[in-house]
């Protein structure tokens, strides 16, 4: 994917912060990912069907031992 993309790629481990432009559904051996677009590298994450809605568009999420919790668009509020 580092070549078609022009990206290097980042690997997404347990307690991290995944965070950039949900671009595309990926379908691997291994399952479905997401790729999490950030300045000059992406992440493949675990999709789920709501980031297709939101295609294009800011996605954050933390990374647990089960999956990942998304949060979506940019968030406002004291201390953000």
Do not use: C
């Amino acid at each position: 994917m580092s070549a078609r993309t022009a990206l290097e790629h980042v690997d997404a481990r347990a307690s991290d912060k995944v965070s950039g432009i949900y671009r595309r559904l990926l379908t691997l051996n291994s399952g479905r990912f997401a790729l999490i677009e950030r300045s000059h590298e992406f992440v493949l994450a675990p999709w789920r069907p709501l980031l297709e809605r939101v295609r294009g568009q800011l996605v954050t999420g933390q990374v647990g031992g089960e999956g990942i919790s998304w949060s979506i668009g940019i968030k406002r509020g004291i201390g953000r």
